[in-house]
């Protein structure tokens, strides 16, 4: 009998930079492929027009401290929504690296959470991530890179 277990799993590096470029705050956590996220992934494989879902484009933060839920669609409190850098990420064997980068006056406060989207604005949320509190200053920039692996 062969069982293979198929999971997706990620990990979030979070940089927080100052007005000179000199890094400040760094952390790694691990994240949640949420249901939507994972029925994203299964409607990826089926090629019709129906059924092919909007390639994902955005990463987006926010405030909100609610923790992270299999069933989460949105974050609770987005504040900021960019496009990945350098555009489409490329997926060298089962692994996904996307990177964004929030300069200064995007998302000013304590960020506590970050998800991933194919839309500007809406769309389906593929991960959600919550962590503590980094204050990001109106002159910091922050860059997260977020590497989702199907194991």
């Known amino acids: 009998m062969i069982i293979d277990n198929i999971s997706a799993k990620g990990q979030v590096a979070i940089e927080l930079f100052d007005a ?6 760094g952390i790694v956590i691990p994240n949640l492929v949420v249901t939507v996220g994972k029925n994203f992934i299964a409607a990826s494989m089926i090629k019709t027009t129906v059924n092919t879902p909007a390639a994902m484009t955005h990463m987006a933060i926010g405030f909100g401290t609610t923790t992270q839920a299999i069933g989460n669609t949105a974050l ?37 959470e970050a998800g991933i989207f194919n ?23 922050m860059t ?4 989702i692996t199907i194991a």
């Open 76 to 112: 609770v409190s987005e504040q900021q929504r960019n496009t990945f850098d350098g555009g489409y990420p490329t997926a060298p064997a089962a692994v996904v690296t996307y990177r964004s980068t929030f300069t200064a006056g995007q998302a000013t406060g304590a960020v506590t």
């Open 20 to 25: 000179f470029g000199d890094k400040i705050n």
């Open 144 to 147: 997260i890179t977020w590497t």
């Open 119 to 141: 839309a500007a604005s809406g769309g389906t949320m593929l991960c959600r991530t919550t962590f503590s509190a980094i204050n990001k200053a109106a002159a910091d920039s």
